[in-house]
């Protein structure tokens, strides 16, 4: 496990750093949630383009640190001091990227939840034409998620091919019609994402959840870099195994899904309640005075 301790000569340089005693406290426009395991030499680049594309706006970045042993949890102990949107949370025990989400998104104070994959293959300003997407797509009060469609792939062949069955299988069993669920960069109001069901590998299956709940899925392209260090947390032959045990779980999880409908709370309708308030007082009047009345004709006699 590594040292929890910063070297001093480890320098860090950010895109317009501020004091950390000028924490953001006020209410956020978006949260990017950033599971890493491992990650390290990925961190503070990735941080400072996160940091230009919501210039301007009330963010947070919330990177979950899912037990790495490498120099992660340094970087970024020594960028946490400079970057007051940066919130670093530790998972003690390995418990995978669902996790790893999961535990940002409940620690999460934005309206707007963006998830980045932190190995450095995302590019944080294509949140700007998600959140645009998502934007024009809830016009009509519907609950949206945009989710990005890699449009040149930067990996290698065996996990292209590996990719490619993955999806047969999630459109063939699950009618997962959008072109590429296992995108990492995706944007969802806080709101829906709370209302999805959480287990292992949730992530991979998002765009199904979202319509199992009644939203919409938007697919918008993004780009897609080569990773430039460190090495992939999947192997082959455990993605494809894993995601058919998975799909069939999904299966039966969507099979049980809630009825979906708009919900709408029944009020009096304002004349009315007002009509029914003096008639109620009128009434309550005229039995208070017959009262006194024979109070007094009482005391008389």
Excluded at 2 to 7: G, K, M
Aim: charged residues 25%.
């Amino acid at each position: 496990m590594a040292s929890s301790s910063v070297s001093k000569s480890f320098k860090v340089s950010v895109a317009n750093p501020v004091s950390a005693k000028k924490r953001v406290t006020k209410v956020l426009d978006i949260s990017i949630l950033v599971p890493v395991m491992n990650e390290a030499g990925n961190i503070r680049p990735l941080i400072d383009e996160i940091c230009t594309a919501m210039a301007g706006r009330q963010f947070e970045i919330i990177y979950v640190d899912d037990a790495s042993d490498d120099a992660t949890a340094e970087e970024l102990l020594a960028i946490l001091g400079d970057v007051p949107q940066l919130r670093v949370l530790r998972h003690t025990k390995r418990a995978g990227q669902s996790a790893a989400i999961r535990s940002g998104l409940l620690q999460a104070k934005g309206t707007l939840i963006g998830i980045l994959d932190g190995d450095g293959q995302n590019v944080p300003t294509d949140f700007q034409g998600l959140e645009a997407a998502m934007t024009d797509a809830s016009k009509d009060g519907v609950m949206v998620m945009a989710a990005g469609i890699r449009q040149r792939r930067n990996d290698s062949p065996m996990r292209l091919l590996a990719s490619r069955g993955a999806k047969w299988i999630r459109t063939s069993l699950l009618g997962d019609t959008h072109p590429d669920s296992g995108c990492g960069i995706k944007i969802l109001p806080r709101d829906l994402f709370m209302q999805l069901p959480f287990f292992n590998h949730m992530h991979r299956f998002m765009p199904s959840l979202v319509r199992r709940h009644g939203g919409i899925v938007i697919g918008v392209p993004v780009a897609h870099r080569p990773r430039i260090v460190g090495a992939s947390k999947y192997r082959i032959l455990d993605r494809l195994l894993v995601g058919v045990s998975d799909v069939i779980g999904v299966i039966w999880l969507l099979r049980r899904g809630p009825a979906q409908g708009d919900v709408a709370e029944v009020m009096l309708p304002k004349t009315g309640h007002r009509s029914i308030a003096k008639k109620v007082g009128k009434d309550a009047s005229k039995r208070l005075s017959k009262r006194v009345l024979k109070g007094l004709k009482d005391v008389a006699q």
